[in-house]
């Protein structure tokens, strides 16, 4: 008999700060877009959707954009952003952000990746 995996609320009900923690991570990788392997404790929670969070939770979100510079060797940064449109533009490519590194420029750089990153905190209840 195949065991039935745990919902959203049930995690939470557990009162458990490492899943609370996996929820908010893992709500955090929804957001974003982020759909690589888990691996680890992570890999528990890897089927929930974003309808369970969003039908029984509220939390706040904080956005950033990670800019990943390939030379040499692999630089990357994260950039805060004010709001979610903000790094959507950043990620897009539309806008580009004051950063206080050597200019990417210089470094010869080979490939540059930006990602929207959301951070997830304060989950709770509805």
Known sequence: MKE???TA???FHSGEPQA???LEIRLQDLLSG???PYVGVMKEYRHLRFDSFRD???WEETYSVRITYTFSGLSWESVECEDREEALEI???VTDPYVEVESPEELDVSE???KFWVKVSNLRLK
């Open 34 to 36: 982020y759909d690589e």
């Open 112 to 114: 540059e990746v930006r």
């Open 4 to 6: 039935q995996k745990k």
């Open 20 to 22: 609370i923690r996996c």
């Open 9 to 11: 609320l049930q995690y």
């Open 56 to 58: 029984h939770f509220e």
């Open 91 to 93: 990620a897009a490519g």
